[in-house]
């Protein structure tokens, strides 16, 4: 299979292997698009198909996880739009059909949904280089892809809050301190120790590992789809305010935004 916006190998010399998939838009810093989500939809369900895999590892660049969805492809949309197309949805959220483990190593920005990215995958292994930030309010929207609900679990209420409503990035030390990333390394062990980690696992049983994804998940998540469908419809609502469209036009033009708060 070919892919133009990821990049995916197979590591490791032993019996079960690793796939590893590499986030690969750098002009945009891995800014996520419909083209992008959906390659990395196929290229998980092919490796989780896949029983020389034991686990997966998902990776970006050394400046950037993903900065967030893509501004420009958002831009446009209005509430009808975003409500009928599911507006990223469809393709978001084939990652949490993978039953064999994800880890998420992340260096430089993981941002908006690029956070919520790294959230959805297992655990987080940080580059003392990684910044985590939710910064969706700046652009008059919100998370729609469960950072309202997938942060306050992995951080706490009140730091969450305080991300999602200053839109402060978080450096990969607060985020440890927090529970939001499972270890930091230096940046440029990052990929080895994803690596070693997944090798490990791999060398583990395989239904065992599936198993304690599926109870771990079921602990941690309760009524958590409920909040991430609410979440969605709200998201899309917020095409339908000035904001966004004065928020994103902001940013796409390099310019201040002036919110009218409506
Ligand atoms: C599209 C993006 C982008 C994004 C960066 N770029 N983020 N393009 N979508 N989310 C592009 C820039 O436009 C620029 O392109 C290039 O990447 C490099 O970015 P710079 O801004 O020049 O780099 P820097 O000054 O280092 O700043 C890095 C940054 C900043 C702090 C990450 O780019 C930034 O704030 N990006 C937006 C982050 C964000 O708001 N994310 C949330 C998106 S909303 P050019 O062509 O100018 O070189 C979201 C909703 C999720 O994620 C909903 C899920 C359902």
Same mark, same amino acid.
């Given at each position: 299979?070919?892919?133009?916006?990821?990049?995916?190998?197979?590591?490791?010399?032993?019996?079960?292997?690793?796939?590893?998939?590499?986030?690969?838009?750098?002009?945009?810093?891995?800014?996520?698009?419909?083209?992008?989500?959906?390659?990395?939809?196929?290229?998980?369900?092919?490796?989780?198909?896949?029983?020389?895999?034991?686990?997966?590892?998902? +990776?970006?660049?050394?400046?950037?996880?993903?900065?967030?969805?893509?501004?420009?492809?958002?831009?446009?949309?209005?509430?009808?739009?975003?409500?009928? /197309?599911?507006?990223?949805?469809?393709?978001?959220?084939?990652?949490?059909?993978?039953?064999?483990?994800?880890?998420?190593?992340?260096?430089?920005?993981?941002?908006?949904?690029?956070?919520?990215?790294?959230?959805?995958? &297992?655990?987080?292994?940080?580059?003392?280089?990684?910044?985590?930030?939710?910064?969706?309010?700046?652009?008059?929207?919100?998370?729609?892809?469960?950072? +309202?609900?997938?942060?306050?679990?992995?951080?706490?209420?009140?730091?969450?809050? &305080?991300?999602?409503? +200053?839109?402060?990035?978080?450096?990969?030390?607060?985020?440890?301190?927090?529970?939001?990333?499972?270890?930091?390394?230096?940046?440029?062990?990052?990929?080895?120790?994803?690596?070693?980690?997944?090798?490990?696992?791999?060398?583990? /049983?395989?239904? /065992?590992?599936?198993?304690?994804?599926?109870?771990?998940?079921?602990?941690?998540?309760?009524?958590?789809?409920?909040?991430?469908?609410?979440?969605?419809?709200?998201?899309?609502?917020?095409?339908?305010?000035? &904001?966004?469209?004065?928020?994103?036009?902001?940013?796409?033009?390099?310019?201040?935004?002036?919110?009218?708060?409506?």
């Amino acid at each position: 299979m070919t892919y133009e916006c990821i990049l995916t190998d197979v590591r490791g010399d032993g019996p079960r292997k690793t796939g590893l998939i590499t986030l690969n838009r750098p002009k945009q810093l891995n800014a996520l698009n419909d083209q992008l989500m959906d390659e990395l939809g196929q290229a998980l369900l092919a490796f989780d198909a896949d029983d020389s895999i034991g686990c997966i590892v998902l +990776t970006g660049s050394e400046r950037a996880f993903a900065a967030g969805a893509d501004i420009p492809t958002m831009a446009p949309h209005n509430f009808m739009s975003a409500f009928k /197309s599911g507006l990223i949805s469809k393709n978001w959220e084939t990652i949490l059909q993978v039953r064999k483990p994800v880890i998420a190593a992340v260096a430089g920005f993981a941002l908006g949904g690029g956070c919520e990215l790294a959230m959805m995958c &297992d655990f987080i292994i940080a580059a003392d280089t990684a910044k985590f930030g939710q910064p969706e309010i700046k652009l008059g929207i919100i998370p729609g892809a469960g950072g +309202t609900q997938r942060l306050p679990r992995a951080v706490g209420k009140s730091k969450a809050m &305080d991300m999602l409503l +200053t839109a402060r990035m978080m450096d990969a030390a607060e985020a440890e301190r927090g529970g939001l990333v499972s270890r930091v390394v230096a940046a440029d062990q990052l990929l080895n120790e994803a690596l070693a980690a997944a090798e490990t696992i791999n060398g583990f /049983s395989g239904p /065992s590992a599936m198993l304690i994804k599926e109870l771990v998940n079921l602990a941690y998540q309760g009524p958590l789809i409920d909040g991430v469908n609410v979440e969605r419809r709200y998201f899309h609502a917020l095409f339908g305010s000035d &904001d966004q469209r004065e928020g994103m036009d902001a940013f796409i033009n390099k310019r201040k935004p002036d919110f009218k708060h409506s």
